[in-house]
């Protein structure tokens, strides 16, 4: 467990990858009293980050990590990792690469704690409820990488790490109405389950497992609902105004229900957004 001490006595915090979580994470931390390292990919960015009152870096992962000033972004006590896996990347390994890239500076610099953002998508569907105690038998290369990436995180010793398993992302500019396109045609199974998660969530789930020095573990970060794809779809269209979208009457694969049983129980956290459909 990394120690949490007072405001004028918190561990500096680099966030990797200031994007579409990242951010709202630096800022998160930085307005509770932490020193805020963020890199990004953009120049165009860095005066955001500045404004914001979070340390600026210019850092790249193709897959070697290169940016003259990394040694001095690793010079923290807790990093917290959100590198996305792209679905157009040709080889998912280049993922694990990228990842390892990281982390071997993590291992050169300060870090003593890497908290990293995957995926529910490392389960396969099971057609039943799943909990992080689950053994993940990958169905693909993507979940085959994204577990082994996992297990790359949680054996960095002496380095501690905890991942963080988020569902389908929603909030800020991903609006839950985008997937209609204009368009009522939704040509999937209607009965699956869906598993959501708020950008507001994300943001307060890394804020309270970094209050609680939670090393070591794997949480499942998903709302509490789990809507059908009918529920969803016919609502979100009902509120942009669209008409209600048709679903083929073809029955869909297995789906699955992840459970956030542990991350409510070990952090005592209540959702900001307990239910996508509200």
Not at 126 to 143: F, K, L, S, W
Not at 221 to 232: I, M
Request: proline residues 8%; charged residues 20%; glycine residues 10%.
């Amino acid at each position: 467990m990394i120690e949490n001490g007072p405001a004028d006595h918190r561990p500096a915090v680099s966030v990797f990858g200031c994007g579409w979580m990242g951010l709202p994470v630096a800022r998160r931390l930085h307005g509770e009293g932490y020193s805020v390292k963020g890199s990004t990919t953009a120049a165009v960015k860095i005066p955001a980050l500045r404004e914001a009152g979070i340390q600026p870096y210019l850092l790249r992962c193709a897959p070697e990590l290169s940016g003259k000033d990394a040694p001095e972004f690793f010079a923290s006590e807790i990093l917290f990792l959100t590198l996305p896996f792209r679905r157009n990347m040709p080889d998912p390994e280049e993922y694990r690469r990228q990842v390892a890239a990281v982390i071997d500076h993590a291992h050169a610099g300060s870090v003593r704690w890497i908290i990293f953002t995957s995926s529910t998508s490392v389960y396969p569907p099971a057609g039943t409820e799943v909990t992080e105690d689950d053994i993940i038998v990958p169905q693909n290369a993507r979940q085959r990488v994204l577990r082994d990436v996992e297990q790359d995180i949680l054996g960095a010793a002496p380095i501690a790490g905890t991942v963080l398993r988020f569902g389908g992302l929603y909030g800020g500019d991903r609006k839950l109405g985008r997937f209609l396109g204009g368009s009522a045609a939704v040509q999937r199974d209607g009965e699956s389950r869906v598993n959501l998660i708020h950008l507001d969530d994300c943001v307060g789930i890394v804020s309270a497992v970094i209050a609680a020095g939670a090393t070591g573990e794997i949480f499942n970060a998903v709302s509490d609902a789990h809507p059908t794809r009918r529920e969803l779809y016919t609502g979100k269209a009902r509120e942009c105004g669209l008409p209600a979208p048709e679903f083929s009457g073809a029955p869909g694969g297995p789906d699955k229900i992840v459970s956030n049983r542990k991350l409510k129980t070990v952090l005592s956290y209540s959702f900001i957004h307990p239910d996508p459909l509200e």
